[in-house]
């Protein structure tokens, strides 16, 4: 069974870095993900990363600010956000494919696995 776990939210004021991690216990699958969501906003792909390859995809509202990065050996998923801005507050998840799904981890609807999230708020 497959179980993520997120920690390393907080508060920052505009232009600060945040690292988020993701404990991915049972992990056996292709592709990890990080998502978010705005309080009224649909759920969203941030970032996503083949653990086999290091094959990595950025949604463009974060793509030069953001890096995703997957270590083998400690199965932990890691997010480092840099010049984060307001909009870039949320919750934000760690996410796992079904073994059933063999496409890339950007995708909302096709994830078998969530973290419980965790927050991120930058005041400007």
């Known amino acids: 069974q497959v179980r993520l776990v997120e920690s390393g939210g907080g508060s920052v004021q505009a232009g600060g870095s945040l690292t988020l991690s993701c404990s991915a216990s049972?992990?056996?699958?292709?592709?990890l993900g990080w998502f978010r969501q705005a309080p009224g906003k649909e759920r969203e792909a941030v970032a996503d990363?083949?653990?086999?390859?290091?094959?990595?995809y950025y949604s463009d509202d974060v793509k030069g600010r953001f890096t995703i990065s997957y270590d083998n050996a400690k199965n932990t998923l890691t997010l480092r956000m840099n010049s984060l801005k307001p909009e870039d507050s949320g919750t934000y998840y760690c996410a796992a494919p079904p073994i059933t799904w063999g496409g890339a981890c950007r995708r909302v609807e096709k994830m078998g696995y969530w973290g419980q999230g965790t927050q991120v708020t930058v005041s400007s």
């Open positions: 049972g992990f056996t699958e292709h592709c």
């Open positions: 990363i083949y653990t086999g390859s290091n094959t990595i």
